[in-house]
Every structure is written in C-alpha cells, then in structure tokens.
C-alpha cells in the first residue's frame, strides 16, 4: 500500500493517530524498545560474562514497559516505592529489580524486603544505619550495593550532574570502608558490591573510566584492608541520545568494550577477582522511542522579532525544556515532506513564559489544524508528566509493527478531581 506524505511512526500514520486519540498523544514503539534492547544484549549481555543490564525505570514507566523487559529478560532500576510497586504488579521478579535512592524512608525500606528486592542500593550512611536497626531478626542476608561519589564533574546540564562532590547523592570514597565496615558489622547485611551514575545525557566516555579507575583503587583498599571482595559493579546510565541534529546517540557497542577492557585489565593489575558488571540505561533505551503528538493552535507573529506557534500541550506533558533547557527537534506530521521555510518557536498552552518546548526550529509553514510530532520524547516526558494548569495527562499508545493499540487513556477533569474531599452538606 503506498503511504501518504504524512510522518510514519513504526510503519503508523501519526496523522491518523491524532485523528483517532486525539491530542496531545504520547505515542511509543515497541519496536524501537526492543532494537534498543537488542544492541544492548548482542553488544554487552550475551558478549561479557557476568554482565545484567537494569532499566532505569525513572524514565518511562508503565506496566506494558515492564512486559516487555520481563520478556527480554532485563531488571528494573526503581527509584520509589511506586515504581517498585508498578514492576512487581506488571510480574517484574523482585530478584530483578535494584532499589534507589537519596532519601528512602523507613516504610520505603521496609517494603523493599518484605518484598524481596534484589539489591538495595545504599546512598548515605544514615541510610545504612536505618537498614542496621531494621534488617536485626530478618531469616536472610539483605544484599546492598553502596552508591559512591566519585567526585567527577561530566559535562551536562548541572541538574543532570550526579556524581559531583557538591551532591546529594552518594557516599564519598573517603568514606567507603566505614560503609563497608558498617554493612557487614550487621549480622542481616551483605556488602555486594558499588555503584556509580554519573550523570544523564552523557557522551564521552573518559568520565566513566574515570570514575572507573577511582572505584577499582578503592576496591583494592577493601580488600587488601578489610579482606573483603567487590561482587559487583554497577555503573549506572547516562548513555546520551541525539535529540537534535548536532548530537550522536552513544555507539554503546563501542562505549562497553572500552569499558570492558578497561576494568579487566585494572581488575588485573590490581590482582582483584573478577566483579559482575550492571548498567543501568534509561535514556539511552527509551527516548527515541517515544514521539508526542500536538494540534497547532494560535500563532503570533512578531514582526522582526519571532513566531510563536502555540501546541495543545507544553509542560504538563513535557517539562524537560522548562526545567533544563533540553532541545527537541519536531516534524509537521501532515506536511512530511514539505519544505522547511519557516523559523518558529513552538509554545506550549499553560500561563507560563518559559512553558517553550522548542525555539527556532524550521519547519514547513504552519496554520491552525496542523499536527505536530515532537520527536524523541520517551525519555523523562511522561514519566514527568503533571498537571500544571489542571491539565489532563494526554492518552498514550504504543505502536508495533503498523498496529496501534491504546495503552493508557486520557484523563478526565473528573480524574483530576478524584482524590480531593469535598464535604458537600458543608
Ligand atoms: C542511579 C541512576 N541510574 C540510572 C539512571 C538513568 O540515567 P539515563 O536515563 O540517563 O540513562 C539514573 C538517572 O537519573 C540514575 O539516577
């Protein structure tokens, strides 16, 4: 059948799309989830012993997600109670999920054992502290990996930066054998192995063998000093993608044998037992993976100064430009193959001057009616999603193969309402 002139998206009309959900749409490939996932088994998983690749659930999360990482066999990287609770309902193995975080509560850790997850990854030695007093009685050993700070300052945007020394997150090196030491004086406890992240949307890859090289001489320290060994190494995400013309998605292929490499030889040299391998990719898997769907609304023209083109959503839907200046790149789904002649910023709908979700982007000419793709939006959109301006959380539908099918519906005013208790004989 031949196609239209309309933008395709997993062999589906986006034009026919917003035609049939209405819009904003956030639409997701399957298709592209799963290629993600490929590169990662056949580049990584299947190629290096030892190695398990945990998705970072922050950036996309629903219960269809986690189907299709349970039968591509990859874990989940949670965050939050919610998150862990989403896996687990969606029959994400306990054993398969790793738990994060800066600030877990009580009631946060308490609902990580009591439902068997995998690994809890520690942040801080309070942190430690509060499993200590928890874990006493347990009938097992809780397996905890140790978030460190490897003070590296990556070059990204400062609220992506994870791992520098002015962080909340992580336990600085200097402090690691007191972790360490402190784990294992707790008869429940095991010491597991370290973890870093070093940041998001990362794309060289000296910072990693950086940090990697810090974390191997204090491996050594641990064991030479406390006689203990480093099961595991998890270097978390960060893997950058292209989301504008200038950037390149991470060759992760190229980025894990150098990684590989680099920690087998250090591992070497320092005559340390070979340490299983994690990564945890968010990003890297689901931002190209995702599109947003929006109907042109009002457009200003402002004489010598610009036109603002104004979609039917912005920031609830889409706070990432808002927040930190992230880029995005859009097509005209109705006019693919238009010429691009018109310099314009797309504007979102909500009473905010910063809700801008692209600025000077050239696209075909634009009018009222017109649709509008927002590429690579699978990343930290929905995710992130809220309801700025009493904004209904738009539907979104996951594509295969040229079929489409309605994931979660849109909400209602009603839903917006739904949890606020109204005393109506007051
Ligand atoms: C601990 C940890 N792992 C993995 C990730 C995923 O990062 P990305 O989506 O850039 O791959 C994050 C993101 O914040 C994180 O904090």
Not at 409 to 422: A, G, K, P, V
Request: charge should be negative; hydrophobic fraction near 40%.
């Amino acid at each position: 059948m031949k196609k239209s002139s309309n933008y395709y998206f997993s062999g589906v009309d986006t034009v026919a799309l917003a035609q049939k959900y209405g819009t904003p749409l956030y639409v997701v490939s399957e298709d592209i989830i799963r290629e993600k996932i490929g590169v990662i088994r056949k580049s990584f998983l299947d190629k290096y012993p030892g190695t398990k690749a945990f998705y970072a659930s922050k950036a996309f999360l629903t219960q269809r997600m986690c189907k299709i990482l349970i039968d591509e066999n990859i874990g989940v990287d949670a965050v939050s109670s919610g998150e862990i609770y989403t896996a687990l309902k969606a029959g994400v193995k306990p054993e398969h999920i790793v738990f994060h975080g800066n600030n877990k509560t009580f009631d946060d850790l308490t609902y990580a054992i009591s439902n068997h997850v995998g690994k809890i990854v520690v942040d801080s030695m309070s942190e430690i502290e509060l499993l200590s007093g928890l874990v006493p009685g347990l009938d097992r050993k809780v397996n905890l990996l140790i978030r460190t700070n490897p003070s590296i300052e990556a070059e990204t945007h400062q609220y992506m930066n994870t791992a520098r020394k002015d962080s909340k997150f992580g336990i600085s090196l200097n402090e690691l054998q007191d972790a360490v030491k402190l784990i294992n004086a707790s008869e429940n406890l095991h010491y597991s192995g370290l973890h870093f992240h070093i940041g998001s949307q990362l794309f060289k890859i000296d910072f990693y063998l950086e940090a990697i090289r810090k974390i191997v001489a204090r491996m050594k320290e641990i064991k030479d000093q406390l006689q203990i060994d480093t099961e595991v190494l998890n270097i978390g995400g960060g893997y950058g993608v292209d989301y504008i013309e200038k950037e390149k998605t991470v060759d992760f292929s190229e980025f894990m044998d150098t990684i590989v490499n680099e920690l087998n030889r250090l591992l070497k040299e320092n005559e340390l037992k070979m340490a299983d391998l994690y990564v945890e990719p968010g990003r890297w898997i689901i931002a190209n993976a995702g599109i947003t769907l929006y109907s042109v609304g009002t457009i200003k023209e402002i004489p010598g100064i610009r036109t603002f083109v104004s979609v039917d959503g912005g920031m609830p839907d889409n706070i990432r430009p808002s927040l930190y200046g992230a880029k995005y790149s859009a097509v005209v789904a109705n006019k693919a193959d238009q010429p691009k002649e018109e310099l314009v910023t797309i504007a979102g709908k909500c009473c905010e001057t910063g809700d801008v979700l692209i600025y000077d982007i050239c696209l075909p000419k634009l009018e009222r009616g017109d649709y509008l793709a927002v590429l690579d939006t699978g990343a930290y959109n929905y995710s992130m999603s809220n309801h700025y301006n009493m904004t209904p959380k738009p539907a979104l539908v996951f594509v295969k193969n040229g079929e489409d099918e309605l994931s979660i519906r849109r909400q209602t005013y009603d839903d917006l309402l739904s949890c606020e208790i109204i005393d109506e004989d007051a």
